[in-house]
């Protein structure tokens, strides 16, 4: 059959755009980011995920998401799993001593990786040019630390010389509770009282932070919270205990989005550090694509933000 002008013409055109396409679309469409996170059930957790996990589907890459159950062990496993299947890693490790673990796994798996989250502790990956740490370089205890240290007095309300403070955190269970709980104790002069593990919710957090300040009284100085809602539930125990923040008892809170926020302009809580997740989440996609590349990052480097009266 003689094809006539017109069809060739339309033939033409249709293969120039099948080229044009083929040009102009994302090269990372391609390119599998595979996510290992240290567990699944951490509320506290999931805005940021599910930012980052969008992020990078805009980006044009695909996400395969694994989840560690707070075993490091089992994290290394997909990790070695992963390497067959992936272009990128992106891992949030379950534990910041595991470091040398993570590093001989990584140099096994030979791909491009971002750390999130904590910090390893050690220099196993200085060697390593794939891997690239995106998050805070300062421990959220010395974070909140620092807040109390700018307290009248230094939080001593009742004048003894001494501290007196309770934490609330997550479950025992959670590798970012028993992380962030750790980090405090080691930042923290004076006296605890007690370390309570809440489930992350607000109800449960004010249950177990009435029974702490029922328990210990006007020992009670400062309330040291690690995560959104915990601090929110501290704030109603305080509340309802007749206790007045800022006067008799100080609250620290830990913050990943605005409802802290709400609690220091109604001073239902003293202060509180922020997480800038939004900044982090472009750097761990920079960072990516400049890996996939085998180009080196530009150091970043992020510190947790104060929220204060």
């Known amino acids: 059959m003689k094809l006539k002008l017109p069809h060739i013409l339309l033939a033409a055109a249709v293969l120039t755009g099948a080229v044009l396409l083929w040009i102009l679309w994302p090269s990372n469409s391609a390119k599998t980011v595979g996510i290992v996170y240290a567990e699944q059930n951490n509320p506290e957790n999931t805005p940021y995920r599910q930012s980052l996990e969008q992020a990078l589907t805009d980006a044009g890459y695909k996400p395969e998401i694994y989840h560690s159950g707070a075993n490091q ?25 595991a470091g040398a673990e993570l590093s001989q796994a990584l140099t096994q798996a030979d791909l491009p990786a971002v750390l999130i989250g904590r910090q390893t502790e050690g220099d196993y990956f200085n060697e390593n040019k794939q891997v690239y740490f995106v998050g805070s370089t300062t421990p959220s205890g010395a974070a909140q630390s620092a807040l109390l240290q700018a307290l009248p007095q230094g939080g001593d309300v009742n004048g003894n010389g001494t501290v007196s403070y309770m934490i609330l955190t997550g479950p025992d269970t959670s590798p970012e509770a028993l992380a962030r709980a750790g980090s405090l104790e080691r930042y923290l002069d ?59 008892i100080y609250i620290i809170g830990f913050d990943d989005g605005d409802a802290i926020a709400e609690q220091i302009g109604s001073e239902a809580i003293t202060a509180a550090i922020v997480s800038d997740s939004p900044m982090q989440i472009d750097a761990v996609i920079t960072a990516i694509g400049a890996l996939l590349d085998g180009k080196t990052p530009a150091p970043v480097s992020f510190s947790y933000k104060e929220r204060t009266k």
Not at 90 to 95: C, G, L, Q, T
Not at 208 to 215: F, K
Request: glycine letters at 6%.
């Open 190 to 248: 004076g006296e605890l009282l007690t370390a309570q593990h809440t489930d992350w919710t607000a109800d449960n957090s004010k249950d177990l932070c009435a029974a702490g300040i029922s328990a210990y009284g006007k020992d009670v100085e400062v309330i040291f919270c690690c995560g959104t809602q915990i601090t929110c539930g501290a704030a109603q125990a305080v509340q309802d205990s007749r206790r007045i923040v800022d006067k008799d």
């Open 73 to 97: 062990q089992t994290q290394l496993e997909y990790i070695h799993q992963l390497s067959k299947d992936c272009d990128a890693l992106i891992i949030e490790p379950v534990m910041i001593s």
